[in-house]
């Protein structure tokens, strides 16, 4: 069994093999990270302590960066104003959901977040630290746990991948193995990754999902086909194959799977009854997968999946100093997704959020997420071990990891479903409410045309839970964050063919406070 010093050599073993310097600038060559994680040093409790002032971002503050200068500015918070920049010490985060807890000067980190002498860094600002990573000081002297791994961009590292599935599908129970117990009402193809053929799968059969962008009308044009005869062969040659698709067959079989299923190929096309049914039961084909592989990354099927083959990823992860070097988590799971194009789409929301457990491949890193938390390969520790994994792992497959919403009033639920689902675009509007079917379904709701009516179960009158559904409105001023930059949903439009006193019948962010959850 091996020791925290054993693991603490060994993660330092990794930072120093790792390696990478440079010439720093004036300031940053005043930072000395050694006293930092001196046990001796108080930090103040909740409010964290002052290190260096840094600047603003885009100013001659930063003409000139050094290697650790853009570091830095890669966790900065991003603000919709220029705020002064500084870098600050924590040990503890106070907010309700990490419980205040001080773990510790060996788990003390660094945020670089705005100055302000009259800021209080209580729960009021706790979101703000980390949304773009975290810093890790590793003192060479101090005896203590390194929690976050040096990524190699060259080499992904399935064996975790593999373990992370493998170990959740036990030890998460119902949260994340709902899907288990397949009655499918439709039947299911898939891709055969060993010879690339589609073929029917028995109720039984184990198979991953994928979720991506199609991309550009052209791209949808060039690529779009159906393959659901028995035995049929997706591509004459591999080149025919756009590259998303390519890395994710060889993603399925590193992860010891066979089936894949990719809705260009796996919906059927001639027959539009079926075709109707299955796009009427995607909860089912992504509730029933195993996993689904998300693609992050780029903008079209072409983009390809970051560390597989040709793609490569962002090294850039730490700075070593003679003390010890200061690594970065990399951004947290909602921020990667929150910059990604596939968070603009409407049809891809459900697919992740019905699916019991996802990879999300990004230009970083790869994260596991499912019901119960999400992991990196940087930071493979679950929420509760350490303050760190705390503040970036605690959310799992839930709205706020998909929703540019922060700090709204609404909790959980239906409605929180519907605003993030609202705030994406739709290549064909009549779209609206088949896109968010699946989601219906998920919420025990009676609805009409995507109006909740009454919980199932329940002896409310129809005509009151009809009149109470109607209380959506578009997204009040005051929901938005003052400070953090978020993205604003488009423009509200008329989208013709739905009933007006319906939500689907308008296009934008869709507010209204919960009631009944």
């Not at 796996?266 to 009427?280: A, F, G, H, Y």
């Not at 970051?306 to 970065?328: A, D, E, W, Y």
């Not at 499912?370 to 990196?376: E, G, N, R, V, Y």
Request: charged share 20%; net charge positive.
């Amino acid at each position: 069994m091996r020791t925290s010093s054993d693991q603490s050599k060994s993660r330092r073993k990794d930072v120093e093999l790792a390696g990478g310097s440079g010439q720093l600038c004036a300031r940053c060559a005043t930072i000395d990270i050694e006293p930092l994680l001196d046990p001796q040093l108080k930090v103040p409790t909740g409010g964290g302590l002052h290190i260096v002032p840094l600047g603003k971002p885009r100013s001659k503050d930063f003409q000139k960066l050094c290697p650790l200068c853009e570091l830095f500015l890669s966790v900065a918070t991003r603000y919709k104003k220029r705020y002064n920049l500084e870098l600050r010490l924590f040990d503890q985060v106070p907010e309700d959901y990490l419980s205040n807890c001080d773990v510790g000067a060996d788990q003390r980190f660094l945020a670089v977040i705005r100055q302000n002498k009259q800021l209080r860094y209580d729960s009021s600002v706790a979101h703000e630290i980390g949304p773009s990573g975290l810093l890790l000081p590793i003192s060479l002297t101090f005896n203590h746990m390194c929690s976050v791994h040096i990524v190699d961009p060259s080499v992904i590292r399935y064996a975790s991948l593999t373990d992370w599935l493998q170990n959740f599908v036990v030890s998460h129970g119902s949260s994340c193995n709902q899907g288990n117990q397949k009655s499918s009402s439709i039947q299911i193809y898939a891709l055969d990754c060993s010879n690339n053929t589609v073929v029917p799968l028995s109720q039984n059969e184990k198979y991953v999902a994928l979720s991506y962008v199609w991309g550009t009308m052209a791209d949808a044009a060039r690529f779009s086909t159906s393959a659901t005869e028995n035995d049929k062969v997706i591509a004459s040659q591999p080149s025919d194959i756009p590259l998303t698709v390519r890395d994710a067959i060889q993603v399925v079989q590193n992860i010891g799977h066979r089936y894949l299923w990719v809705d260009r190929y796996c919906i059927p096309q001639t027959d539009i009854s079926q075709k109707r049914e299955v796009i009427l039961n995607m909860n089912e084909v992504y509730a029933g997968a195993e996993v689904t592989i998300v693609a992050l990354y780029g903008h079209t099927i072409r983009a390809g999946l970051p560390g597989v083959s040709v793609i490569p990823r962002l090294g850039r992860q730490q700075f070593s100093t003679q003390k010890g070097p200061i690594i970065s988590t990399l951004p947290p799971l909602a921020t990667v997704i929150g910059e990604s194009t596939w968070s603009t789409r409407g049809w891809t929301y459900q697919e992740a959020r019905l699916s019991r457990r996802c990879l999300f491949f990004t230009k970083y890193q790869v994260y596991f997420s499912c019901h119960a938390m999400t992991l990196s390969e940087a930071l493979s520790d679950g929420p509760s071990t350490s303050l760190v994994a705390r503040n970036l792992n605690s959310r799992g497959l839930e709205p706020l990891t998909f929703s540019s919403s922060r700090n709204i009033s609404i909790s959980r639920g239906l409605f929180l479903d519907r605003l993030t689902y609202s705030q994406r675009t739709l290549t064909y509007q009549q779209d609206a409410l088949d896109a968010f079917r699946g989601i219906l379904r998920l919420h025990p709701f009676v609805t009409l045309w995507g109006i909740p009516v009454t919980l199932v179960g329940w002896r409310l009158d129809p005509d009151i839970g009809f009149a109470m559904g109607l209380l959506w409105k578009r997204r009040p001023s005051w929901s938005f964050d003052r400070h953090m930059t978020t993205k604003v949903g488009s423009s509200y439009a008329r989208r013709p063919g739905f009933p007006t006193w319906s939500w689907t019948s308008v296009v934008g962010e869709i507010f209204q406070d919960s009631y009944g959850e």
